[in-house]
């Protein structure tokens, strides 16, 4: 127990008649300690030792003189902790170590500072928010495990200052297409737009150029755009550390969120499946209190939400054009990436739309291809698809192909095509063989992943090597999804002209009669008689 819990219990028995000596025997304390018990409720504070000295003591005058100089210095030729060390050992010959110094300096520069008078004192203000008026919005960064890889993403948080209702989103980036995606989802989130100011750092997705030490800012034009689009009035605070504290309701919430459900390391697939996990924590948080109100976020967001300003009903296109040429790697240079496009597209130009997760690319109007982003600066994202046209006429380029390699790591080419793949070509022969596999793969164009590496899987076991009956074991396969599922028989294969044989449609038509051929054969034989009796006369 408590030194307090002692004194009290010792009260307490002494109160009830209990003698001295049988106290000190029960509490195995002094009589001392129970007389002192008896005297007070509070128990003695426990007597501070004098500080032990040190071999910096006789420097400490020495060092705070060169601490008392520097506050008329330049700021640029101020000592710094290994300065002052360096002096001490060459000027003063003092047998001290760098972590004596460095201790001492830490502790005595700010009382230095206050004893002069020139620390700057600031005053806060408590604020008071109305529902519905006021948000606050910044970035946070937080590492994650990104398939396996420890990689570092932004987390985009809007939070509400009346109610504290908060929405998260984790990207790739904190770039433009981040921050206005980021503004769409929590808007629609939580069904509308505050009323007045939205509060920002000096963001580089929302602000140009900072005007000296005023709050005017020359913001991005798509920044201005989108912002009117939705009605928001934008607040930008003081540059640097000193505008931290005018938002500190989201610089709060970003440490909250990324302590408690960023700890431990997150591991995840995709980062989909995390802003899944993100808004089942923002469903999670909305049930807790801050700190001493007496009700939850939600129920302060119910008093909120009718208050904001209904959203547009037209929508605001976040993405961001590019119109980049096609290589002749089939391939198109996006934000110090590149990404594959279809073989048919080198040499032209394509329309790209570049969002915070993926991006789109367009022929005219019609979309090519679409891939995921690409974290990392100086990355390739290829899919074997698009290079496919070009394999079938090179097929000698397949096995090294950049794109073959990256459909191994993301699953897409599996073992049963390397185990189809070798058959065919100890079957086939190398060229033969690769260009069967390349047919295959063509396949998936119109047919499932999934039934298309059924149908290589039953090929394989039936020995069949061939494009035609990989199809057709993937229809099969397709087909017996959709009907009740009936007995599972063994691997056959029917090759494509039977199936198809098999598959016409009944002939209702009368058989073809020869009767009248047989009419003219009839009279044939006769005139070719009368002709050989005339002759004969």
């Known amino acids: 127990m408590s030194k307090v819990e002692l004194y009290a219990a010792i009260r307490r028995d002494h109160r009830g008649g209990m003698k001295i000596r049988e106290i000190e025997r029960k509490y195995n304390v002094s009589w001392r300690t129970v007389r002192k018990a008896v005297d007070s409720v509070w128990p003695e504070p426990r007597k501070q030792l004098p500080p032990r000295p040190t071999a910096l003591d006789p420097y400490k ?3 705070d003189g060169m601490l008392q100089a520097d506050l008329d210095a330049p700021r640029k030729q101020r000592h710094t902790i290994t300065r002052i060390f360096h002096r001490l050992v060459e000027e003063h010959a003092a047998d001290v170590s760098y972590q004596m110094v460095r201790r001492y300096v830490s502790d005595r520069k700010p009382q230095i500072l206050v004893e002069s008078g020139k620390a700057p004192v600031e005053a806060f203000i408590p604020q008071t928010h109305q529902p519905g008026m006021e948000a606050e919005v910044d970035f946070g960064d937080v590492t994650i495990r990104l398939a396996g890889e420890l990689v570092t993403c932004y987390l985009f948080s809007f939070r509400l200052s009346y109610s504290g209702k908060a929405v998260h989103r984790v990207f790739a980036s904190c770039g433009q297409e981040a921050f206005f995606e980021g503004h769409v989802h929590a808007l629609r989130t939580l069904g509308g737009v505050p009323r007045s100011k939205v509060r920002y750092d000096n963001l580089k997705a929302a602000v140009a150029q900072v005007l000296g030490l005023s709050r005017a800012r020359v913001e991005a034009d798509r920044w201005i ?5 939705f009605g928001i009035e934008s607040f930008y605070c003081r540059p640097g550390i000193e505008g931290a504290h005018e938002k500190g309701g ?3 919430q970003i440490g909250y969120f990324r302590r408690n459900h960023f700890t431990p390391v997150p591991e995840v697939d995709s980062l989909a499946e995390l802003n899944e996990l993100v808004d089942q924590w923002d469903l999670h948080d909305g049930r807790r209190r801050i700190g001493s109100r007496p009700r939850t976020i939600d129920e302060y967001f119910q008093v909120e939400r009718p208050l904001l300003m209904p959203l547009p009903e037209e929508s ?3 993405g961001r054009l590019f119109t980049p040429r096609v290589d002749r790697y089939s391939q198109i240079a996006v934000r110090t990436n590149r990404y594959s496009v279809p073989v048919r597209l080198i040499g032209k130009r394509v329309r790209v739309v570049l969002h915070a997760s993926h991006l789109v690319v367009y022929d005219r109007n019609v979309e090519v291809a679409r891939h995921e982003r690409l974290i990392a600066k100086g990355g390739c994202r290829l899919d074997l698809d698009h290079y496919l046209e070009a394999l079938i006429r090179k097929p000698g380029a397949f096995p090294g192909a950049t794109a073959l390699e990256q459909a191994r790591s ?4 599996t073992p049963v095509h390397d185990a189809w793949w070798a058959a065919a070509v100890k079957a086939h022969g190398d060229t033969a063989g690769t260009r069967a596999l390349i047919e295959v793969l063509l396949l998936a164009r119109h047919l499932a992943h999934e039934h298309l590496v059924a149908g290589l899987a039953m ?5 069949a090597l061939t494009a035609d009956a990989v ?8 087909q017996a999804e ?3 599922a009936g007995t599972p028989g063994a691997a056959t294969v029917t090759f494509l002209h039977e199936w198809r044989l098999a598959h016409l449609p009944p002939d209702t038509r009368p058989l073809p009669s020869v009767t009248h051929y047989d009419q003219l054969l009839r009279r044939r034989r006769a005139s070719a008689g009368e002709q050989r009796e005339g002759e004969a006369q």
């Open 471 to 478: 199809a057709l074991e993937a229809r099969k396969i397709a």
């Open 225 to 229: 755009a989108f912002r009117s689009h």
């Open 316 to 318: 605001f296109e976040t």
């Open 250 to 252: 989201v610089e709060g």
């Open 410 to 413: 993301a699953g897409k080419f």
């Open 482 to 484: 959709d009907e009740p």
């Open 61 to 63: 005058p020495v060092i």
């Open 459 to 463: 090929a394989l076991r039936a020995g």
